[in-house]
């Protein structure tokens, strides 16, 4: 084990989003086509999540670049592992005697959005939690850019997508993805980088290593989407 007490390490979460915007010229104003496309992602959102639907969850999203990010499941990019994200949720890896997958909503939360120079973004409250969304629109329609979960201990501490980016890109190039096995001894992707937590308005992360190992980590915020670790300890994979 090792402790060790990081720099500051700079990072910009707007570049990260630009980058994602790429795919496509982000419209000057939204039709009320447009509108009502993209209020219909959020059932078919709803449906394939719940339904466990895993490819048709994973087809609403950019190809390639698409990703959906939580504090618990880190940032899962690409359709390989939103497609995983699916088969790792409890209610799709319950016992076959437990009955069928819970059904989804079939409008889904109803979604607040904005066009920005950025790009078109999108917030839906959850009551707990809230989706901070960013779209594009694809050759397929519109789709999901981004999709990020915060729940409400996290927006309290002050975090938001760009916060988790943020956070989440100081591991760099050596963060790999946590595997668990389930129930039926099947493993799981759980967590694609690191697994941030909150306590009151502490910051924590569990960053998981390529090699198996993972560190333990304490963040301090230093300006907007700016972070540095504070503080880590390593632990080597068994």
């Not at 994973?58 to 995983?84: K, N, Q, Y």
């Not at 980088?193 to 308005?201: E, F, L, Q, S």
Request: with cysteine; net charge neutral; aromatic share 8%.
């Amino acid at each position: 084990m090792r402790i060790a007490r990081s720099k500051r390490v700079p990072f910009c979460a707007a570049a990260l989003l630009v980058a994602t915007w790429a795919v496509a010229q982000p419209p000057a104003s939204l039709s009320d086509e447009d509108r009502s496309a993209i209020q219909q992602l959020m059932g078919s959102y709803s449906r394939a999540l719940g339904q466990c639907r895993a490819e048709d969850f994973a087809d609403l999203f950019v190809p390639e670049t698409g990703w959906f990010a939580s504090g618990f499941r880190g940032h899962m990019v690409g359709r390989d592992r939103l497609i995983e994200l699916v088969q790792s949720e409890r209610h799709c890896i319950a016992p076959a005697a437990a009955g069928p997958a819970r059904p989804g909503g079939a409008a889904g939360p109803t979604v607040e959005l904005t066009v920005t120079p950025g790009g078109v973004r999108g917030v839906a409250n959850l009551g707990t939690a809230e989706y901070q969304d960013e779209y594009a629109k694809t050759p397929r329609g519109w789709r999901f850019a981004s999709r990020t979960v915060i729940i409400a201990p996290e927006k309290a501490a002050g975090l938001d997508a760009r916060e988790l980016l943020a956070i989440g890109a100081l591991g760099g190039s050596e963060l790999g993805d946590y595997y668990e096995a389930d129930q039926n001894g099947v493993r799981r992707l759980m967590t694609s980088g690191v697994r941030i937590g909150v306590a009151g308005t502490d910051v924590t992360g569990r960053a998981f290593l390529k090699d198996g190992g993972y560190e333990d980590r304490v963040y301090e915020k230093v300006g907007p989407g700016e972070w540095r670790v504070k503080s880590s300890v390593h632990v080597a994979a068994p």
